[in-house]
């Protein structure tokens, strides 16, 4: 895998900082205001554009030199609308989160939620596509995302 997301994995990785906080998933990942992110700490957007949790999955290995405090991992509305069911999408956050337990014992792993979607006042010029994916099946993902372990606190 290259591009600038592996790029810029490897220059954080040169510098091991020990205050670095990753931001894992999508576009809303990508696009989240840099504003509302917590100061003090540095922060990896390794968000993509349409990004789906197997996409995801194959990813989370270009952060295993790093040794995050926290990854934040937000996914699966991109699987939603190409056709992927609820199960792949659980069954893909459930390996997500396992890797990066896995190689991150002691880093803080935040699964948060599938957003619910605004129908059909979205201003997503694609916003029909929505329409297929009812905002029922996104929170029966996200009660069962929250069943999930609890993410272990970082370390200081």
Known sequence: MGGA?????????LKNPSNISILAGDSLSLWFPEALLPQGQIWLNQGISGETSQGLMR?????KS?????????????DLLKGDKAEVVLANYQSIVRDLRQTHPETAIVVQSVLPHSGPSATWEERAKLSRISNGEILGINRR??????PKEPTT
């Open 145 to 150: 995302l929250g069943r999930s372990p609890k």
């Open 5 to 13: 997301v592996e790029a810029g994995s490897s220059a954080i990785a």
């Open 59 to 63: 990813r989370v290995g270009l952060w």
């Open 66 to 78: 790093l040794q995050p405090r926290r990854i934040f991992v937000m996914i699966g509305i991109n």
